[in-house]
């Protein structure tokens, strides 16, 4: 079975600095796909990147960038130019090809400072 | 325009009773889901359907029962509700292809709703 690890609990960052959260995960499958979810305080679920596996290049969107390594299993989410408004907790999560649910990681909460 | 929505957001119910929460989205999509999150913040699936036609079923008791009137809709209802059914249960929805060309494989959230049982 798929799992999803997310080893940092909790994170913190400066306002303008960049921060890093990780993610790994288990599976025998090589066709997949890895996203990066938001949740602030109004609970709401954002997509914040999304990252085919067949893919080699890194996904990137705006401000949020991904390091793939699809060979470690990893799939971390940097963050450039941190603003109040990242302040969230972040979900690391990964849907195979075939299947249809999310499998989530635990979640890493984010706290940003002025 | 919500894409995917929820009723109602907060729900707070004795034990025993009956209760349930609509979800519909307006995307077009062919796949629903139900995720709960725990206290701990861990979401975890529970149901899925694909065209009104149950496609995961995880171990969730049988008290739990989703029912999709059609492909826009995924409703859940809970009978006799249990402490431990207090949670947030979100829904969501995606096209039923994955791949490249369709990029369905996203899935959609809901705004959740919290359901505390007395």
């Known amino acids: 079975a798929q799992t999803v690890t997310q080893s940092q609990p909790e994170m913190s960052v400066q306002e303008a600095e960049t921060v890093t959260l990780s993610c790994t995960y288990d599976?025998?499958?090589?066709?997949?796909?890895l996203f990066w979810y938001k949740q602030p305080p109004s609970r709401q679920m954002i997509l914040v990147i999304r990252q085919e596996a067949y893919k080699q290049q890194n996904a990137t969107e705006n401000r949020f960038s991904v390091n793939f390594q699809k060979a470690a299993k990893s799939f971390s989410l940097k963050i450039s130019d941190s603003q109040l408004g990242d302040a969230a907790m972040y979900f690391c999560a990964y849907r195979n090809q075939a299947g249809t649910a999310l499998i989530f990681g635990k979640g890493t909460t984010l706290s940003v400072s002025s | 325009d919500t894409a995917v929505s929820q009723t109602p957001k907060y729900l707070v119910t004795q034990m025993g009773n009956d209760k349930s929460i609509k979800c519909e989205q307006n995307?077009?999509?062919?796949?629903m889901y139900w995720y709960k999150q725990d206290s701990k913040k861990f979401l975890k699936i529970m149901f899925s359907?694909?065209?009104?036609?149950?496609?995961i079923n995880e171990t969730v008791p049988n008290r739990f029962s989703p029912k999709s009137p059609d492909k826009a809709h995924l409703n859940l209802h809970i009978n006799s509700l249990e402490l431990g059914d207090s949670a947030v249960y979100f829904c969501?929805?995606?096209?039923?292809?994955?791949?490249?060309?369709?990029?369905?494989?996203?899935?959609?959230f809901g705004p959740g709703t919290r359901l505390l049982v007395l």
């Open positions: 599976t025998s499958e090589s066709d997949y796909y």
């Open positions: 995307l077009g999509h062919d796949t």
């Open positions: 359907y694909n065209n009104k036609e149950l496609i």
């Open positions: 969501a929805s995606s096209q039923d292809q994955a791949g490249p060309i369709f990029g369905g494989e996203t899935q959609y």
